[in-house]
């Protein structure tokens, strides 16, 4: 990521785009604007805390599978990808969400270790 020079725009993860409407059509302000709620109930959820590994990770993870409820794949992938952006250069809060969210979530697992293995 910091190869772009912290422009995210250049990347493609400042437009998730995949032609097939509703999220996939959101770039970050969007997520922001339209989805403010679910993006802070995760960001508040998934406060790393060094040293308490899975206390803070069950709350994370539960806050992940909550948003299945209300969003489907694609908009909880925006979500967690317009988090990122925000914390973009805490690489230890990157790695340790993404390998939390990858460990304890059996569904959608394998998509969000590809992507931590990228960040």
Same mark, same amino acid.
Request: proline residues 0%; charged residues 25%.
């Given at each position: 990521?910091?190869?772009?020079?912290?422009?995210? &725009?250049? %990347?493609?993860? #400042?437009?998730?785009?995949?032609?097939? #409407? #509703?999220?996939?059509?959101?770039? +970050?302000?969007?997520?922001?604007?339209?989805?403010?709620?679910?993006?802070?109930?995760?960001?508040?959820? %998934?406060?790393? &805390?060094?040293?308490?590994?899975?206390?803070?990770?069950?709350?994370?993870?539960?806050?992940?599978?909550?948003?299945?409820?209300?969003?489907?794949?694609? %908009?909880?992938?925006?979500?967690?990808?317009?988090?990122?952006?925000?914390? +973009?250069?805490?690489?230890?809060?990157?790695?340790?969400?993404?390998?939390?969210?990858?460990?304890?979530?059996? +569904?959608?697992?394998?998509?969000?270790? +590809?992507?931590? &293995?990228?960040?």
């Amino acid at each position: 990521m910091k190869a772009f020079g912290g422009n995210l &725009s250049e %990347c493609g993860i #400042g437009r998730l785009s995949g032609g097939r #409407g #509703g999220c996939s059509d959101y770039g +970050i302000v969007d997520v922001e604007n339209k989805m403010g709620d679910a993006l802070r109930n995760l960001e508040n959820g %998934c406060e790393f &805390s060094m040293g308490v590994m899975d206390s803070w990770c069950d709350v994370c993870s539960r806050r992940w599978k909550e948003m299945r409820t209300s969003l489907d794949d694609l %908009c909880r992938f925006a979500v967690l990808v317009t988090l990122t952006s925000h914390r +973009i250069d805490d690489e230890t809060w990157v790695r340790s969400v993404y390998k939390c969210l990858g460990g304890k979530n059996s +569904i959608g697992g394998e998509w969000l270790w +590809i992507f931590f &293995s990228l960040a």
